[in-house]
């Protein structure tokens, strides 16, 4: 890698600082508003919703411009540039597999209109159906969260409280139950309760203002939608999605084991950040090689 590249990977851009912004609200959260866990991870998974909806009207707007797609010109330069690799070295290389994947991408991208929005109506529910069970089941793991650690104590703590037998005091007054309702009506209770806050309102209306910028402004007003094919779009909210993901079980693993320390939260928010961060990184550059390939600049789908 060039300095040219280091430069550019670490630029700080108009995406990033939107970025930056939508995440720093949870941070403040947790420093002067004593959020917990659940409601720092309550706001990633309604982000993940936010994105699954938006890429809806995303996959049905795409009109792909043949010669212009930029899955397709990075396919073409990488098959380049493994071919020129693998004949240096001596080394056999199936092309076929290559060449059949450029061929029905290629395809793709001469759809008719029609034929285009018949597929279009195929991707669309099954986008749905996909993305929504992710959906579904971070909700249900957050309710679980809920449940397991409202009012109650942590992991850690019941070991220290059994250890010093405090427990036996404890054990001795009324416990509510471990599951009083259906997980699916908890999840419910846990949504009308921090949507009665203020604070956390806005970090919502800040996530989904990121990401309604990125629709907006680079997707639409760039013209993206004219450079991704419908079916590359279908997948293009999974890496980003991956990282709420990650901080979302980690966010759960560490609610149940220690609580909410201030500490463990700060590097929560400050991990889904950096990781973020670095698959926007990570897109940018990508885009600069099939820029460098000799096309108009493109800028990044999603947040990147």
């Not at 040219?4 to 941070?27: C, F, W």
């Not at 010669?67 to 004949?87: F, H, P, T």
């Not at 760039?222 to 079980?249: C, D, M």
């Amino acid at each position: 890698m060039n300095p040219q590249g280091i430069e550019d990977r670490s630029k700080l851009t108009t995406t990033t600082i939107v970025v930056i912004a939508a995440n720093l609200l949870p941070l403040a959260g947790v420093l002067f508003w004593g959020w917990s866990t659940v409601e720092i991870l309550t706001t990633y998974w309604f982000e993940t919703l936010v994105i699954g909806i938006l890429n809806i009207p995303k996959i049905l707007i795409c009109h792909p411009v043949p010669g212009q797609i930029d899955y397709l010109i990075d396919l073409k330069a990488r098959l380049k540039e493994v071919r020129e690799q693998k004949k240096q070295a001596g080394a056999p290389f199936n092309e076929e597999r290559w060449q059949r994947t450029l061929a029905r991408f290629e395809r793709e991208s001469r759809f008719s209109t029609p034929r285009r929005w018949l597929s279009k109506l195929y991707l669309v529910p099954f986008f749905i159906l996909h993305f929504g069970g992710f959906i579904l089941v971070l909700g249900l793991f957050l309710g679980l969260i809920f449940l397991l650690t409202e009012g109650r104590p942590s992991f850690l703590e019941y070991l220290s409280t059994e250890g010093s037998g405090a427990h036996q005091a404890q054990a001795a007054q009324p416990q509510p139950p471990v599951s009083p309702e259906p997980l699916a009506t908890s999840t419910w209770s846990l949504l009308e309760k921090y949507f009665a806050d203020a604070a956390f309102l806005l970090a919502l209306a800040l996530f989904a203002g990121r990401h309604l910028y990125d629709f907006f402004y680079v997707f639409l007003f760039k013209g993206t939608y004219r450079r991704v094919l419908p079916s590359r779009q279908v997948v293009e909210p999974y890496p980003r999605v991956i990282v709420i993901h990650l901080a979302i079980f980690f966010g759960g693993a560490i609610s149940a084991l220690f609580g909410s320390p201030i500490f463990l939260l700060v590097a929560l928010v400050v991990f889904k950040l950096y990781i973020e961060l670095a698959v926007s990184a990570a897109r940018r550059e990508q885009k600069k090689y099939v820029q460098d390939q000799g096309t108009s600049p493109a800028e990044e789908p999603g947040a990147g």
